[in-house]
């Protein structure tokens, strides 16, 4: 049995976040995240985040009708060679994610039919925003174009990005906590732009879900993660099994935390659009049978 990769993945993750959300010196974060290029991650520079996420980048530039040529080809480069990988060991919000398994040590299995219907919502989520922004961007050729962007409203300027979780700051968080304490949460609720209080609400539904079910949130909503998921399938980066080690004990399976149902899969090698490239499975078998595989 070899080292396990967890722990190694978890301090990644944080020096991750605290580098990306600006916790860390600017020097610091400059070492660790030496450009700031959109990466396929769920960043809001609107919220506490330093860099923008790669759709977040592609939604503003689209809106602006400019090609976002930098963000679609991180995204291409990435998910070509390690799939959804950002997800499993860079972004932020799936630090958080993995963190609210922690503190629940939630290991719920969703039953497949809702895991498959659930599991489309981000396809539509993501089809919906790049819609939207692209029929936007489309529109400025029209004599119609200004007026399509006034009546969008908010959702103008990124419609995923402006009622993303990730774009609630922190101070809002404190005044939701203070608000609470004193009783008058409905007051100051109402002093909110309506974009402000789906992202709020993304929040506590991402927050509740990940505390019920692993990774809830990048499992059936986030739409950066259907965009690398679509990579997924493709990319250099995969998971292989050895049938002469492996025994079908199904630990592996009940470890992964985005419910990827690992034995139904070819064992020389699948790529599957929901694996974060987390490797819990290989830390979880107790016959060292499954692991990264590259080709
Ligand atoms: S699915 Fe979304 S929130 Fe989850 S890790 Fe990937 S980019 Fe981040
Ligand atoms: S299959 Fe393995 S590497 Fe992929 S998400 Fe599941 S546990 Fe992580």
Redesign the pocket.
Known sequence: MGAKIKPIRLVVQALSFASISGLLSAALSKAIAPIPVPLPILANPGGPSTLPGALEAIEALLSRAKAPLAAMAMVFIIGALAGRAFC?WVCPFGFIQDLLRLISRTRRRMAPMDHSFLSKLKYLILLASLFISASLALSYGFAWGESYRSALGPLASGPFSSISPAGIKPPELRQIASSASEGRLGEWAMGLSRATLAGLALLAIAVYGGLKVPRFWCRYLCPTGALMGLFGRVSFLG?GRRPARCDRCAS?EA????Q?P?LSLPWQRFN?Q?????????DACPHGA?GPKFS
């Open positions: 499993g998971i592996c470890a992964c935390p985005m990827v690992i599957h929901d694996c974060i490239a987390c490797l819990e499975c290989s499954i």
